[in-house]
């Protein structure tokens, strides 16, 4: 269990981190943990319903949610400080006597294959997926955090139960919390009320990707009135020494309107209307990816200027002043993050779960200002001479010229 | 260093490249009295193809000879002017 004591504010938040997630699930299981997560809102012995829950939290005026993630599964609440014992018995509450309710796996399971199904009509979010598909072909990794629609029709109450007894237990969990309360009472009120077991049983250990070796595209034919397009490349873990470096490429490269790609492909060249760049990182893998938005006409035009953009990274060295400027940036979004009881939780208690350890902000801010624009460029020679990969969909016949543009 | 002669032919070709997306913009819009044929559009990518500046930039003739593939295939003329557009796009790189 991790707490900050941040006496300052008038609320306090919790949150319940597993390991686990959409990683450590075979394809049978794909998007079991995402399935229990919503039926962990469905109800308990004591809280038969997901309105007796919401009221619960909503009562006192605060916030209770979560999110399944491809390393792990969140439960959070946000309450005025006073009430951080019931923000406390819920969560626990929910994760320890959810009913899982036949009924109700049955209603999910139809809310979750409409969210599959949304999310193929949001072609901006689904390229994305289609990216991942590529990055990491045939794991768990590059499959939607909610599933297939054919293993979410196939998941059956006992593969839920059994898949929650499995990860569900306590040395899965790390429990953060922040805000204006009392340490000691806290840490007395969870060795009270939680009631999960302790001992692992069942679980499997998360295998690494294949390596890639080529360059793909994957072309998804849709009559859409713009072409959404995800290009980039494997790249470095959240436990490499380089990752900061990384972060500062992506923010150079298309974070936010001061980006290179923003200011060359946007408004210098009117390519693209939305262009920027993102990073996501694992315990042994990770990306960078670039997403367009682009008239269909342009679509080839535009993946080869931001090869171009990608290019000059490896070229030279970036400016001292643009690096200064990254750097600002990152750190202020750090800043920015950490403003809240929510944000702080969420920051210790991932350390605590992925990193094993945790660093203050004032240690990671100053990790931060360590890179070197020569680190930024060694990252940007490794990171990028690994084979491109890129999804596109938009109403293109063939890939050819998408093959071309990658040189795949 | 670039010589005049250079920036002069790369104009050029720039040139031909937009006036076979001209004529592909007319038919994916319908304007125009006269009808607009595959072989007309293959001819102006043609156009483009002759001028020796296509080979100073990488991919330009291959962009082009992607173009010509496709209207020779009947793809839609959105699918032969984004071809077009990238080979004007790796014109302008190579500049």
């Known amino acids: ?232 490349a494997r790249a470095l873990s959240y436990m490499h020494p380089d990752r900061h470096a990384l972060d500062l490429l992506n923010t150079v490269l298309g974070e936010g309107m001061s980006s290179r790609l923003f200011l060359n492909i946007r408004e210098r060249l009117g390519l693209a209307y939305d262009v920027h760049s993102f990073t996501q990182k694992h315990r042994d893998t990770g990306y960078v990816g670039v997403y367009i938005g682009v008239d269909p006409k342009k679509a080839v035009d535009a993946v080869n200027a931001v090869m171009g953009e990608l290019r000059s990274l490896t070229e030279s060295e970036i400016a001292p002043e643009e690096l200064a400027r990254a750097k600002e940036f990152t750190k202020g979004r750090l800043r920015l993050e950490l403003e809240t009881t929510n944000g702080v939780a969420f920051w210790l208690t991932y350390q605590e779960l992925l990193l094993g350890g945790i660093k203050t902000i004032d240690e990671e801010l100053a990790l931060v200002e360590a890179v070197t624009s020569a680190d930024v460029k060694r990252v940007a020679d490794d990171v990028l001479s690994a084979p491109l990969q890129m999804a596109v969909i938009g109403p293109f016949a063939r890939d050819s010229a998408f093959r071309l543009a990658i040189g795949a | 260093m670039e010589s005049n002669g250079g920036s002069t032919s790369r104009r050029a070709a720039a040139e031909r490249i937009r006036r076979a997306i001209a004529l592909i913009n007319a038919v994916a819009d319908e304007a125009g009295d006269e009808e607009i044929t595959p072989t007309e559009i293959a001819e102006a990518i043609r156009d483009c193809l002759e001028l020796s500046e296509v080979d100073r930039a990488p991919n330009v003739r291959r962009y082009l000879g992607e173009a010509l593939d496709a209207v020779s295939d009947g793809m839609p003329a959105d699918f032969v002017a984004m071809t077009l557009y990238a080979a004007l796009g790796a014109l302008r790189e190579g500049a």
Not at chain 1, 104 to 126: A, C, K, N, S, W
């Open chain 1, 1 to 232: 269990m991790v707490i900050e004591h941040m006496p300052e504010r008038h609320s306090a938040s919790v949150v319940l981190m597993f390991a686990g997630g959409s990683r450590l699930e075979d394809e049978r299981l794909a998007g079991v943990s995402h399935f229990i997560e919503h039926l962990y809102f469905k109800g308990t012995e004591r809280r038969p319903s997901s309105k007796e829950i919401a009221d619960a939290i909503e009562g006192v005026g605060g916030f209770i949610n979560a999110s399944t993630d491809k390393e792990l599964t969140a439960y959070w609440a946000r309450v005025p400080s006073e009430h951080m014992d019931l923000g406390l018995d819920v969560l626990f509450d929910i994760v320890a006597n959810s009913r899982l309710d036949p009924a109700d796996v049955e209603r999910e399971r139809m809310v979750i294959l409409e969210e599959l199904r949304m999310y193929q009509d949001q072609p901006q979010d689904y390229v994305q997926n289609l990216f991942e598909e590529l990055i990491w072909p045939d794991h768990p990794l590059g499959r939607d955090i909610a599933g297939t629609e054919e293993s979410v029709s196939r998941l059956n109450r006992e593969d839920i139960l059994e898949y929650a007894d499995a990860h569900y237990r306590l040395p899965n969990l790390v429990i953060g919390a922040a805000g204006s309360l009392d340490e000691e009472r806290t840490v007395v009120e969870v060795r009270q009320s939680l009631s999960l077991r302790s001992g692992l049983n069942g679980t499997t250990p998360a295998l690494s990707p294949a390596q890639l070796t080529s360059p793909r595209v994957l072309v998804r034919r849709r009559d859409t009135e713009q072409a959404h397009i995800c290009l980039g």
